[in-house]
């Protein structure tokens, strides 16, 4: 049976999920509305205390959207990360904190980290089934972005097809990532650090032209100057890796020699296969080789336990809703009670007193509830763009299976649970309660 | 549709605090008899009212109505009679405010089989023409004079054409021309159906107009 299910596709699954949370809200609106008519009533009690209601289906809304919010975000957020590691196979860099690494060679986030000499690297830009050897080197900013000093190879690897202009042919031009405000054309002097901590003015004399844009990678990359590594050595006053040799070529080789340091090497295997092997050969004393993806989810796992906490927040905090929502319906319900006991009175039958409470609670839940799936839309959407500011990772808003299941779990918890007023706030000596 | 007998056999409701709110002993009220209760306010004409409609349930003693032992009956069981065979007008006219007079009047299609809503709907409405109450310029209920309110709540208590009518204090609040014309309406739409009509009232008017009129004082029924 469950090997039978674990065959379905996913899309059948999440049907079929889907369809069994909503039968049974069916199966009870069935019960309660057959051979009845009780729209014209609801209508009534609807517009009966309109504020009260609206006031009702606000607090519904929010908490759908709450909850849906946060679980699309988390979502977008594993996607985004996992994006973001996509064309970073392997990143070798000097022994340290594999995060750390990560956080600085992907996410761009400044960070103290040893370099990797010329040695090290001209050992692995040899190594034969290394296609791609991109040294990357930090530490400059232009305010907002950082400046990255690499080889030409590491744009075409990032953007095979630039969006405009064309790669740096010397050491003072640079191309810059999608989201960068820049124009080409335009000069900048970049400064030696990041953020508050950027010395303005540190390298003076040294200007870059920018010559060329990247299409959109999806990554903090995107928020990036991209320049000449000789250019940034140049900048921060180390020479060219050169060794003063007249005009070196742009991107190497370099001399180990005088190959000045680089925070991390990207490096691209010429097989798939080789990765693996690749990362315990460069993992050493000297170097520390670490896969992206691999890091990332491992950082996923390790907070696994966090988002299982934060989801059963979230779940509690639905339920604490949904218990308010119903203590509040049957406060409704009490005003309603002398028309209800009225209802009775004229020889409706129970059931349909049942009927007229549950498809008006029911509307205020399935209004709510939409309203609710539309907000969060909102909500991961504003979330996203908060991210994407600070990380520079593209996030996308998008509501899937999972926001539709909590949603359709919230209705029928609901739908259940509108039943209950009916059968409680219906007892006792009818004339009493039509004379209120 | 031949209207339905009321026996009451010794039948009594008692307070919470055990003060005696009614006590009839017995009362034989034929198929299609129009009756009216009088009696000063709070000597038990509502309750006697609410007891017969199965709102109120005695303490003791024995309700028929017709072959049907009603005062054994459950309380959906009772529901379900009270919708199939009795109609009521209560005292302060108790309509839905939200809706309009033709809505109010046809309430009772919510609830009954689809195949009897349009007859309910089309009864309202001719039971609103004939109180003047049907007009395309008229107000929603809760902006209605008195007047208007009342005859609504009998159209509502005579679209389903029930068996029985019961009505509490239907002329209450009616300017006398007004009060007349509904008796008169009243009593012919009752007496064209053969139904059984039984009116608390102080209204000498509608006393008048009756085959029968029943006095409670204290809590006690008796012939008047």
Redesign the interface.
């Known amino acids: 049976m469950r090997d039978l299910w674990l065959g379905l596709p996913v899309m059948a699954q999440d049907s079929m999920i889907l369809t069994a949370l909503l039968v049974p809200v069916a199966v009870i609106a069935v019960v309660l509305l057959r ?7 609801v ?3 609807l ?2 205390h309109l504020a009260i209601n609206a006031v009702f289906v606000g607090l519904i809304a929010m908490s759908v959207a709450i909850g849906c919010g946060l679980i699309a975000q988390e979502r977008g957020l594993r996607r985004a990360s996992a994006q973001a590691t996509d064309k970073f196979d392997l990143i070798v860099g000097a022994p340290g904190s594999e995060v750390t690494l990560l956080f600085s060679a992907v996410y761009l986030q400044p960070a103290d980290i040893g370099l990797v000499d010329g040695e090290a690297f001209a050992e692995i830009a040899a190594n034969p089934r290394v296609a791609l050897a991109a040294p990357i080197a930090f530490g400059d900013s232009w305010p907002g972005h950082p400046a990255v000093g690499t080889v030409p190879e590491l744009i075409a690897h990032l953007s095979p097809q630039l969006a405009q202009g064309h790669g740096f042919a010397t050491y003072q031009q640079a191309v810059i990532g999608a989201s960068v405000t820049l124009s080409l054309g335009d000069y900048i002097a970049p400064a030696h650090g990041v953020g508050q901590l950027a010395e303005q003015g540190a390298h003076g004399g040294h200007e870059i032209a920018i010559i060329g844009q990247m299409a959109p990678t999806g990554t903090p990359w995107d928020n990036a100057i991209l320049m000449p590594i000789e250019g940034l050595w140049q900048v921060d006053g180390l020479g060219d890796g050169a060794g003063g040799v007249a005009a070196p070529l742009m991107g190497g080789p370099f001399d180990a020699a005088h190959f000045l340091g680089a925070t991390a090497v990207l490096v691209i295997p010429t097989e798939p296969d080789a990765t693996d092997s690749l990362r315990q050969q460069f993992t050493r004393d000297d170097m520390m080789a670490i896969l992206p993806g691999a890091v990332s989810s491992q950082l996923h796992g390790l907070m696994g336990d966090i988002r299982g906490a934060v989801s059963l927040l979230t779940v509690v905090s639905q339920g604490l809703v949904a218990i308010a929502v119903l203590a509040g319906l049957t406060l409704l319900i009490r005003l309603f009670a ?2 209800l006991a ?9 059931r ?1 007193v049942s009927a007229v409470i549950w498809s008006y609670a029911m509307g205020l839940v399935l209004l709510g509830s939409v309203i609710g799936l539309i907000l969060s839309l909102g909500v991961t959407s504003a979330l996203s763009s908060m991210i994407e500011i600070r990380t520079g990772l593209s996030m996308t808003a998008d509501i899937g299976w999972a926001e539709i299941r909590l949603t359709a779990a919230f209705i029928l918890a609901a739908a259940i649970a509108a039943v209950l007023p009916a059968l409680f706030g219906l007892r006792g ?4 309660r ?1 004379r209120g | 549709m031949m209207g339905l007998s009321l026996a009451l056999r010794d039948v009594s409701v008692t307070a919470d605090n055990g003060r005696v709110l009614l006590q009839t002993g017995d009362v034989d009220i034929p198929a299609g008899q129009t009756v009216a209760v009088r009696g000063p306010s709070g000597a038990g004409k509502s309750t006697f009212l609410n007891v017969i409609a199965g709102l109120t349930m005695p303490r003791g003693g024995a309700i028929h109505w017709g072959d049907t032992a009603f005062h054994a009956l459950s309380g959906a069981a009772r529901t379900a009679f009270r919708g199939q065979y009795l109609s009521m007008v209560f005292q302060d006219h108790l309509l839905f405010e939200e809706l309009g007079a033709e809505q109010n009047a046809a309430i009772a299609a919510g609830f009954s089989p689809r195949d009897q809503r349009a007859t309910i709907r089309a009864a309202a409405k001719q039971a609103l023409m004939t109180f003047g109450v049907h007009r395309d310029d008229l107000p929603p209920v809760a902006r209605m004079s008195g007047g208007e309110r009342q005859r609504v709540a009998v159209a509502r208590a005579l679209a389903r054409t029930p068996d029985v009518l019961l009505a509490d204090e239907p002329t209450a609040n009616l300017d006398r021309q007004t009060a007349d014309r509904l008796i008169e309406d009243l009593l012919v739409h009752t007496k064209r159906h053969n139904m059984t009509l039984i009116v608390v009232s102080h209204d000498a008017n509608l006393i008048m107009a009756v085959d029968r009129v029943l006095g409670v004082d204290s809590g006690v029924l008796r012939d008047a």
């Open positions: 051979r009845f008519a009780p729209y014209v009533m209508r009534a009690l517009r009966r002398r028309q009225l209802l009775h009175a004229l020889g409706a039958p129970l349909f000596d009818i004339a009493r039509v």
